[in-house]
């Protein structure tokens, strides 16, 4: 990893499975935290809203807020 990509985000397209780097660099944001993910971290994300998560918590956040969870009763 050269100098740049040790400072920067990279931008990834997130794949079932599997993501492509197309732009390199060192790490991604959560998008509920706002966390920085370094790549070789990187293990949650969504494809249909190409999102990165931090963990799985913060994976069910993230379906909660996109509504992409079914209603539950309490």
Known sequence: M????????????????????????????????GEQIPIDELRYWSVARQEAYIDAAASLEGDKRAGALPNQTH
């Open 2 to 33: 050269n100098r740049l990509e040790g400072s920067r985000e990279a931008k990834i397209r997130y794949l079932d499975g599997d993501f492509q780097i197309l732009m390199p660099g060192a790490y991604v944001v959560c998008a509920v935290t």
